[in-house]
């Protein structure tokens, strides 16, 4: 699975995606885990920033799987 | 409801023309970027968004809110990348039957686009002014600084670099010095160009209608002889391939098909052929010879000197400057020791640069930004036509290119390029400067020298910047998607009629390993997976001596 980063969070990570390879369906709390091994800088921001799978805003119940297109969108500021 | 979106770098200059009948109402609103921010002043915004999301979000937040409030159109564009005090960062056109509605889609829009839409900006201050003494700076005044962190995409970038690029003032140069520069006026032919009637064969010259059999050959002229005489029917004139004809009204038989003996000959076979170049058949006296923008290569200097054009108007050789930084580089003559390389950025520009005319001086800078900036040399960067900085381009802590570049003046164009290898790629102009702060690794700096160094050193010229060309790929591309595209060093071949093209492995932008045999970028399209073999690619040649 591709996840893209932005804003701040590319200053946090050093990059815009990374790619996690998911063998099977996860929630957003295990996806979270995943994503902190690979980069702990993050865990200051998971109160803040929403999930996105597919271009819509995650929700608790939301499964991830290997061919989704999945984001961390920080606080958004547009307009 | 009608919807349309739009997310774009460009100035928005929009006024909604309903395309629903007469509505009834029109609402727009203009989103501009204020002069300050939280009290602090701010000379620009910077926004990022996350494209496909945000263009699906601001649909759905408008299907979801004319439930409520039913409208019959909105356009909705958000501007991306630096957008300057005063101009609109976001522009929403509705149109309804009624007031009401529209301007109640537009209030809850607003409101949950700032929640919702998936993007960012940041600020863009203006520049502090400098605590050093400005020597260098090319008139003292700060520049006028528009852009943050912002991403270009390739083709945008080369079309950035074209568009700030202007020719420099052009020189009258010894015609023999000239080659290799670009003709900066159109010169036309002063005469015919043959400038006389000319036999293309050895043969013999007789009238044109002259059907008899035998001749008596009555002259001999050789190429440089000029001696006209009317022949009479019956005689013929001995001539070289190149020798100006005696009269008009001639033709020349080959001497492959004449019998001769003593003073006459015979003709044996005879065909239409007249086998004359006439005068001004090429160009005639006043025609353009070698047009404007012209490559003077050895071809076209040696039209030039057909003409007597002695003293050509070309384009100057370019003064580069070129900066080498980081501590962890050594000459290419000193054993490295730990933790060291050799300095390879400097053979590569230099050896690069030998198919432009240029004056290249290359020099190291140290480290930190205040040590860099007392070692410039203020009037050798003022003297400068381009700057190159290899380097200190990314956003790393030691990172001054960009800082660098604007105490020097330079306004920053982008700093990013969605591309790979060679993202984090800096263009500034400062007047008719240009500079480059080019990603410290060899392999980015070979990938943005074709691409964007290239590109600005032929505008400078006057020459034609360089473009894709296509090809078809040997091998099958194997290569994960990336979302940003990608230049790969290739070997290209001509073969069976076409372009073939073979990527070249490598590990990182660090990898000089390929660099032997690289003589191409091919360009892999973002998100593309694997390219099969004989797909067609667009590819940039990437040779040191060779310009299709």
């Given at each position: 699975m591709r996840v893209l980063f932005f804003a701040q969070l590319k200053d946090v990570t050093g990059r815009e995606a990374v790619e996690l390879p998911l063998a099977a369906p996860v929630n957003g709390d295990q996806l979270w885990a995943l994503l902190l091994q690979i980069h702990p800088g993050l865990a200051p921001h998971r109160t803040t920033v929403r999930l996105a799978r597919n271009w819509e805003y995650a929700d608790m119940k939301t499964q991830f799987i290997d061919a989704d297109e999945t984001a961390l969108i920080p606080p958004v500021s547009g307009g | 409801m009608k919807i349309e979106i739009e997310l774009t770098e460009l100035p928005i200059v929009k006024t909604l023309s309903p395309?629903?009948?007469?509505?009834g109402a029109v609402v727009e609103f203009h989103g501009v970027v204020r002069d300050e921010e939280n009290g602090r002043p701010i000379s620009a915004l910077v926004y990022e968004a996350y494209p496909e999301m945000a263009v699906h979000q601001i649909r759905r937040l408008l299907e979801s809110i004319s439930t409520r409030h039913v409208c019959l159109e909105a356009h909705v564009i958000h501007r991306l990348g630096s957008v300057p005090v005063g101009e609109a960062a976001i522009y929403v056109g509705i149109t309804s039957r009624h007031r009401a509605e529209a301007i109640a889609l537009l209030s809850e829009f607003m409101d949950r686009l700032k929640q919702d839409v998936p993007v960012w900006k940041r600020r863009s201050l203006p520049?502090?002014?400098?605590?050093?003494?400005?020597?260098?700076?090319?008139?003292?005044q700060t520049p006028?600084?528009?852009?943050?962190?912002a991403t270009r995409s390739l083709a945008g970038a080369m079309a950035e670099i074209q568009a700030h690029c202007q020719p420099l003032a052009a020189v009258r140069l010894p015609l023999a010095d000239a080659f290799g520069r670009v003709l900066r006026e159109t010169v036309c032919a002063?005469?015919?160009?043959?400038p006389f009637d000319c036999s293309t064969r050895d043969g013999y010259a007789i009238l044109?209608?002259?059907?008899?059999g035998i001749f008596q050959v009555v002259d001999t002229l050789h190429a440089g002889v000029w001696n006209p005489r009317q022949l009479l029917p019956g005689e013929a004139v001995r001539v070289a391939t190149g020798a100006p004809l005696p009269c008009a009204g001639l033709r020349v038989i080959m001497q492959e098909n004449v019998e001769r003996k003593d003073s006459h000959i015979r003709v044996l076979p005879r065909d239409d052929a007249t086998n004359i170049r006439l005068r001004g058949e090429e160009v005639k006296a006043g025609q353009p010879l070698v047009p404007a923008?012209?490559?003077?290569?050895a071809g076209a200097l040696a039209l030039l000197a057909a003409a007597g054009c002695v003293q050509p108007l070309v384009s100057p050789r370019i003064r580069v400057s070129h900066f080498t930084t980081g501590n962890e580089l050594v000459a290419p003559d000193q054993t490295p020791g730990p933790g060291q390389i050799r300095d390879s950025n400097s053979m590569l520009i230099h050896g690069l640069l030998q198919r432009f005319p240029c004056e290249v001086e290359q020099s190291h800078l140290p480290e930190d930004f205040e040590s860099a900036w007392r070692r410039l040399d203020g009037n050798r960067i003022n003297a400068a036509d381009l700057v190159l900085i290899s380097?200190?381009?990314?956003?790393?802590?030691?990172?001054?290119t960009r800082p660098l570049l604007e105490r020097l003046g330079f306004e920053i164009?982008?700093?990013?390029?969605?591309?790979?290898?060679?993202?984090?790629l800096i263009f500034g102009v400062n007047g008719a400067r240009a500079a480059f702060g080019l990603p410290g690794n060899p392999l980015a700096h070979f990938v943005c020298f074709h691409f964007a160094v290239a590109t600005a050193l032929a505008r400078l010229s006057g020459d034609r910047a360089p473009g894709f060309l296509r090809g078809q790929l040997a091998v099958p591309l194997h290569d994960p998607p990336s979302p940003r595209e990608t230049l790969w060093p290739a070997q290209m071949e001509f073969s069976g009629g076409v372009i073939r093209l073979h990527p070249l492995a490598w590990t990182?932008?660090?990898?000089?390993?390929c660099f032997g045999k690289a003589n191409a970028l091919l360009r892999q399209p973002a998100n593309s997976g694997l390219l099969e073999a004989g797909s067609w690619v667009d590819f940039l040649p990437a040779t040191g001596n060779m310009s299709i």
């Amino acid at each position: 699975m591709r996840v893209l980063f932005f804003a701040q969070l590319k200053d946090v990570t050093g990059r815009e995606a990374v790619e996690l390879p998911l063998a099977a369906p996860v929630n957003g709390d295990q996806l979270w885990a995943l994503l902190l091994q690979i980069h702990p800088g993050l865990a200051p921001h998971r109160t803040t920033v929403r999930l996105a799978r597919n271009w819509e805003y995650a929700d608790m119940k939301t499964q991830f799987i290997d061919a989704d297109e999945t984001a961390l969108i920080p606080p958004v500021s547009g307009g | 409801m009608k919807i349309e979106i739009e997310l774009t770098e460009l100035p928005i200059v929009k006024t909604l023309s309903p395309q629903t009948g007469a509505p009834g109402a029109v609402v727009e609103f203009h989103g501009v970027v204020r002069d300050e921010e939280n009290g602090r002043p701010i000379s620009a915004l910077v926004y990022e968004a996350y494209p496909e999301m945000a263009v699906h979000q601001i649909r759905r937040l408008l299907e979801s809110i004319s439930t409520r409030h039913v409208c019959l159109e909105a356009h909705v564009i958000h501007r991306l990348g630096s957008v300057p005090v005063g101009e609109a960062a976001i522009y929403v056109g509705i149109t309804s039957r009624h007031r009401a509605e529209a301007i109640a889609l537009l209030s809850e829009f607003m409101d949950r686009l700032k929640q919702d839409v998936p993007v960012w900006k940041r600020r863009s201050l203006p520049p502090p002014a400098a605590t050093a003494p400005n020597r260098i700076g090319s008139t003292g005044q700060t520049p006028s600084l528009k852009a943050g962190p912002a991403t270009r995409s390739l083709a945008g970038a080369m079309a950035e670099i074209q568009a700030h690029c202007q020719p420099l003032a052009a020189v009258r140069l010894p015609l023999a010095d000239a080659f290799g520069r670009v003709l900066r006026e159109t010169v036309c032919a002063p005469g015919d160009l043959p400038p006389f009637d000319c036999s293309t064969r050895d043969g013999y010259a007789i009238l044109t209608g002259d059907a008899g059999g035998i001749f008596q050959v009555v002259d001999t002229l050789h190429a440089g002889v000029w001696n006209p005489r009317q022949l009479l029917p019956g005689e013929a004139v001995r001539v070289a391939t190149g020798a100006p004809l005696p009269c008009a009204g001639l033709r020349v038989i080959m001497q492959e098909n004449v019998e001769r003996k003593d003073s006459h000959i015979r003709v044996l076979p005879r065909d239409d052929a007249t086998n004359i170049r006439l005068r001004g058949e090429e160009v005639k006296a006043g025609q353009p010879l070698v047009p404007a923008n012209t490559l003077l290569t050895a071809g076209a200097l040696a039209l030039l000197a057909a003409a007597g054009c002695v003293q050509p108007l070309v384009s100057p050789r370019i003064r580069v400057s070129h900066f080498t930084t980081g501590n962890e580089l050594v000459a290419p003559d000193q054993t490295p020791g730990p933790g060291q390389i050799r300095d390879s950025n400097s053979m590569l520009i230099h050896g690069l640069l030998q198919r432009f005319p240029c004056e290249v001086e290359q020099s190291h800078l140290p480290e930190d930004f205040e040590s860099a900036w007392r070692r410039l040399d203020g009037n050798r960067i003022n003297a400068a036509d381009l700057v190159l900085i290899s380097g200190g381009a990314s956003v790393g802590d030691k990172d001054f290119t960009r800082p660098l570049l604007e105490r020097l003046g330079f306004e920053i164009v982008f700093s990013q390029v969605n591309l790979r290898p060679g993202r984090p790629l800096i263009f500034g102009v400062n007047g008719a400067r240009a500079a480059f702060g080019l990603p410290g690794n060899p392999l980015a700096h070979f990938v943005c020298f074709h691409f964007a160094v290239a590109t600005a050193l032929a505008r400078l010229s006057g020459d034609r910047a360089p473009g894709f060309l296509r090809g078809q790929l040997a091998v099958p591309l194997h290569d994960p998607p990336s979302p940003r595209e990608t230049l790969w060093p290739a070997q290209m071949e001509f073969s069976g009629g076409v372009i073939r093209l073979h990527p070249l492995a490598w590990t990182g932008s660090g990898d000089v390993t390929c660099f032997g045999k690289a003589n191409a970028l091919l360009r892999q399209p973002a998100n593309s997976g694997l390219l099969e073999a004989g797909s067609w690619v667009d590819f940039l040649p990437a040779t040191g001596n060779m310009s299709i």
